[in-house]
């Protein structure tokens, strides 16, 4: 069996963060940025897809993925706003508490209240950043 850093999934998050350190190169480009950015989100869901059909689910690869999205979300964030890095800051703490559970960290045990779980299958978690981007008008030619 190969090494659990050489698994497809894992493959992925190493483009993911190669994609966003080129992100952050053009920064100051809101169509490169976002084009780049935005394939970089979606390959976060194709690495998950893979693990499961691959069955290389692996804790590393969960924290990898975590990492490379708290990167991803924090870059996006601190462009927005100069104080919004503070959700950022949330995120860190956020994976800090929960890397014990492995990398079924996102199983819900227990209901929770509905903002929580939403923003955890991250239906919601976009939402007041494209909000902010709009005002900005760092999307308008979309």
Not at 34 to 48: C, E, K, T
Not at 50 to 65: H, I, P, T, W, Y
Not at 131 to 138: E, G, I, N, S, Y
Request: aromatic residues 16%; positive net charge; glycine residues 4%.
């Amino acid at each position: 069996m190969a090494a659990v850093i050489f698994y497809v999934p894992n493959i992925i998050g190493y483009v993911r963060l190669l994609l966003l350190f080129v992100a952050f190169l053009w920064y100051q480009n809101p169509f490169w940025f976002l084009l780049v950015y935005s394939f970089s989100a979606i390959l976060d869901g194709i690495d998950g897809y893979m693990a499961r059909k691959l069955n290389q689910v692996s804790e590393f690869g969960s924290l990898l993925d975590v990492v490379v999205d708290n990167i991803g979300r924090g870059m996006l964030w601190c462009h927005l706003h100069k104080y919004l890095y503070l959700i950022s800051v949330v995120e860190w703490l956020t994976l800090v508490c929960t890397h014990c559970r492995g990398p079924n960290w996102k199983a819900l045990k227990k209901k929770h209240p509905w903002i929580i779980e939403r923003v955890m299958d991250k239906v919601l978690f976009h939402l007041p950043a494209c909000r902010a981007a709009l005002q900005r008008q760092t999307i308008h030619w979309i």
